[in-house]
């Protein structure tokens, strides 16, 4: 599986930004088996969990406390692509955004530890100016 996370940059505070993470390498069947996540890294900080969609047909939704309110995520099942809407920003989600995709595994599957996911895309920078 390869994932490809685009649409980061830089805006000022209050701003939105809208993130894209493309999945390839399997068939799109199979991806309604998996779970998509996203993390962020500020330097000289740990990855940290922002939110997660579930690709079945009715998908699972989490999100950090952190940007509850302010970021949205959705798929769109025939590009095997999910967004992450940034509303909001502030200076402190400054970071290195990360998709990442694992195979879920039901309920009690945690997506929010970044040590379960098996694939990860490259990172998009996300600077938010005060």
């Known amino acids: 599986v390869q994932l490809q996370a685009s649409g980061g940059g830089l805006v000022q505070a209050g701003g939105s930004l809208k993130l894209s993470c493309a999945a390839s390498?399997?068939?799109?069947?199979?991806?309604?088996?998996?779970?998509m996540g996203w993390f962020r890294q500020a330097p000289g900080k740990e990855r940290e969990f922002v939110g997660a969609?579930?690709?079945?047909?009715?998908?699972?939704?989490y999100y950090a406390d952190s940007v509850k309110g302010r970021f949205t995520i959705s798929r769109d099942n025939a590009k095997n692509t999910v967004y992450l809407q940034m509303s909001s920003l502030k200076p402190e989600d400054t970071a290195a955004y990360y998709c990442a995709t694992k195979r879920y595994l039901g309920d009690h599957d945690n997506l929010t530890s970044a040590a379960t996911y098996n694939y990860w895309g490259q990172g998009t920078q996300v600077t938010v100016s005060s």
């Open positions: 969609i579930t690709w079945y047909v009715v998908g699972k939704l």
């Open positions: 390498g399997r068939a799109s069947s199979s991806f309604t088996t998996y779970g």
